[in-house]
């Protein structure tokens, strides 16, 4: 069985920082992509920036500039190093994990996701 454990949310003024951590522990074998994903009250939940093993990013437009998605691979551990945050950015953060793990057969891979952290920012 495969947790994912984040931390690091809470209520910070606009303009202020924020870091959330996500950890990974199980059986893992290996993690491909890491994900944060976001879901604000009445909204869906978005995607919000990825890290492949390989350390290539990619964010969605309005946290461009401002956020910073990092991995420590020996860790099984994502970061998301939130600046400027903006009202807009409250929501509940999710991490995601695609784990390839041994099933006993041989080696294969499911999603797995945090519990999510709530993150409010006061304007």
């Known amino acids: 069985q495969v947790q994912l454990v984040e931390s690091g949310g809470g209520l910070v003024q606009a303009g202020g920082s924020l870091r959330l951590s996500c950890a990974a522990s199980g059986s893992i074998f290996s993690i491909n992509d890491m994900g944060w994903y976001r879901q604000a009250p009445g909204k869906q939940r978005e995607l919000v920036a990825v890290?492949?093993?390989?350390?290539?990013?990619n964010y969605v437009y309005s946290v461009k500039g401002r956020f910073t998605i990092s991995r420590d691979n020996a860790k099984n551990t994502v970061y998301l190093q939130m600046n400027s945050l903006k009202s807009e950015d409250t929501a509940v953060y999710y991490c995601?994990?695609?784990?390839?793990?041994?099933?006993?057969?041989?080696?294969?891979?499911?999603?797995?996701w945090g519990q999510g952290t709530q993150v409010t920012v006061s304007s």
């Open positions: 890290i492949t093993r390989g350390g290539n990013t």
């Open positions: 995601n994990a695609n784990v390839r793990y041994w099933n006993g057969y041989g080696a294969t891979a499911s999603d797995y």
